[in-house]
């Protein structure tokens, strides 16, 4: 791969299969992005040539309008360069005689002007698909779908959990390493984090991404919807557009409990909602689990698994017998269903524990201490 030490024009790069592999179908098995890295010049030229290597998929081009200017630009300069010197045509037999530009020369600057034609004067959107998000992700993850008509809780590597909703899925990693955690959301799905201030979390849907650090909070986005939408029952959330839409003039909304956003896909637009009641169709939407208090008083632990049960729509099977005199004072509120479970255990005594079988959760004790 030392040769591409010497690559000093676009067409060296897109003649190269690896490079095509990396740009294309986020292979790297050669280094490109760090050996990229090394070199402001060459990661000038590195990404000419991504741009025009992207230009050749059209129909499925994440191209904005200033990406096609800017590659149309690099073209023509360097159209105008080899004008200016003598050896212009012999170069330009040699360029058109490799066997991959053959096609690219052919169609580039049309693909070229097509896109930007399409984006400036037909395209009122940029419609962002799931699959996309996932592509995006070079790490193995794992998906979840939810094709039952109940929701389904999913349980994360950091303890977080996830209320699934029908017709939805989730992808993740089996367990988050690096510095952030991410997940990719198509559908609704309601959202408790584990607090890590090291490690923020992000949730991409559609067109955006939401971050937090510990909170709890509702994202719907179905493909199929003009809209996304993002409600915070405890905590704080910011909302920005993903990286596939997001200009540099993008700003990020700040979301504070009880507040919301709506974001129209059509205009990539924000819409804040400072107070939810006043939504008719979010105030018709909130849930059992953005609603019931975790706030407990010296009440019975029957009734504290049943409010669990009423929120995640589970089913909680516990020795009513030997539970049936405990009274706890604890506060579950901004905490995953699995932390809240711990908690409840950890107050009833030192011999209760639980497990988790996807809906169904079994309480072990032998009492209260």
Same mark, same amino acid.
């Given at each position: 791969?030392?040769?591409?030490?010497?690559?000093?024009?676009?067409?060296?790069?897109?003649?190269?299969?690896?490079?095509?592999?990396?740009?294309?179908?986020?292979?790297?098995?050669?280094?490109?992005?760090?050996?990229?890295?090394?070199?402001?010049?060459?990661?000038?030229?590195?990404?000419?040539?991504?741009?025009?290597?992207?230009?050749?998929?059209?129909?499925?081009?994440?191209?904005?309008?200033?990406?096609?200017?800017?590659? *149309?630009?690099?073209?023509?300069?360097? %159209?105008?360069?080899?004008?200016?010197?003598?050896? #212009?045509?012999?170069?330009?037999?040699?360029?058109?005689?490799?066997?991959?530009?053959?096609?690219?020369?052919?169609?580039?600057?049309?693909? *070229?002007?097509?896109?930007?034609?399409?984006?400036?004067?037909?395209?009122?959107?940029?419609?962002?698909?799931?699959?996309?998000?996932?592509?995006?992700?070079?790490?193995?993850?794992?998906?979840?779908?939810?094709?039952?008509?109940?929701?389904? %809780?999913?349980?994360?590597?950091?303890?977080?959990?996830?209320?699934?909703?029908?017709?939805?899925?989730?992808?993740?990693?089996?367990?988050?390493?690096?510095?952030?955690?991410?997940?990719?959301?198509?559908?609704?799905?309601? #959202?408790? %984090?584990?607090?890590?201030?090291?490690?923020?979390?992000?949730?991409?849907?559609?067109?955006?991404?939401?971050?937090?650090?510990?909170?709890?909070?509702?994202?719907?986005? +179905?493909?199929?919807?003009?809209?996304?939408?993002?409600?915070?029952?405890?905590?704080?959330?910011?909302?920005?557009?993903?990286?596939?839409?997001?200009?540099?003039?993008?700003?990020?909304?700040?979301?504070?409990?009880?507040?919301?956003?709506?974001?129209?896909?059509?205009? *990539?637009?924000?819409?804040?909602?400072?107070?939810?009641?006043?939504?008719?169709?979010?105030?018709?939407?909130?849930?059992? %689990?953005?609603?019931?208090?975790?706030?407990?008083?010296?009440?019975?632990?029957?009734?504290?698994?049943?409010?669990?049960?009423?929120? +995640? *729509?589970?089913?909680?099977?516990?020795?009513?017998?030997?539970?049936?005199?405990?009274?706890?004072?604890?506060?579950?509120?901004?905490?995953?269903?699995?932390?809240?479970?711990?908690?409840?255990?950890?107050?009833?005594?030192?011999?209760?524990? #639980?497990?988790?079988?996807?809906?169904?959760?079994?309480?072990?004790?032998?009492?209260?201490?």
């Amino acid at each position: 791969m030392q040769k591409r030490n010497n690559y000093t024009e676009i067409e060296d790069f897109l003649s190269d299969e690896s490079f095509q592999s990396w740009i294309l179908f986020k292979i790297d098995e050669n280094g490109w992005e760090e050996w990229t890295l090394e070199n402001g010049q060459r990661a000038k030229l590195v990404e000419n040539a991504r741009l025009l290597l992207l230009a050749m998929k059209v129909p499925d081009s994440n191209l904005s309008s200033s990406d096609i200017h800017k590659a *149309l630009h690099t073209t023509w300069i360097k %159209i105008e360069e080899k004008e200016n010197q003598n050896h #212009f045509i012999r170069n330009s037999r040699r360029f058109f005689q490799r066997p991959f530009i053959t096609g690219i020369a052919a169609s580039l600057l049309f693909c *070229l002007i097509s896109v930007w034609f399409y984006k400036d004067h037909f395209a009122t959107d940029k419609v962002v698909t799931y699959k996309e998000l996932i592509d995006e992700n070079s790490e193995g993850l794992v998906e979840q779908t939810n094709n039952s008509n109940k929701s389904q %809780i999913i349980t994360l590597s950091d303890g977080s959990s996830v209320l699934l909703q029908p017709n939805s899925k989730l992808s993740y990693p089996k367990i988050f390493t690096g510095n952030e955690r991410k997940v990719y959301l198509s559908g609704e799905g309601f #959202f408790e %984090i584990s607090k890590n201030p090291k490690k923020p979390f992000y949730v991409y849907a559609n067109e955006i991404v939401t971050k937090v650090v510990g909170t709890s909070f509702r994202v719907k986005a +179905y493909s199929d919807q003009p809209n996304v939408e993002v409600l915070v029952r405890t905590g704080k959330v910011k909302v920005k557009p993903n990286n596939l839409v997001a200009s540099k003039d993008d700003q990020e909304v700040v979301l504070l409990p009880n507040q919301a956003l709506r974001f129209w896909r059509k205009d *990539l637009k924000f819409n804040k909602i400072t107070n939810i009641t006043e939504d008719e169709t979010l105030a018709h939407s909130v849930g059992n %689990i953005e609603q019931l208090s975790f706030e407990f008083t010296d009440i019975p632990v029957s009734q504290i698994f049943e409010t669990i049960e009423q929120a +995640y *729509l589970v089913d909680i099977d516990y020795p009513k017998n030997k539970l049936k005199d405990c009274h706890l004072t604890t506060s579950l509120s901004d905490q995953p269903l699995t932390e809240k479970l711990k908690i409840v255990c950890k107050s009833i005594g030192t011999n209760t524990s #639980f497990e988790m079988n996807g809906n169904q959760i079994i309480i072990n004790s032998d009492g209260c201490n």
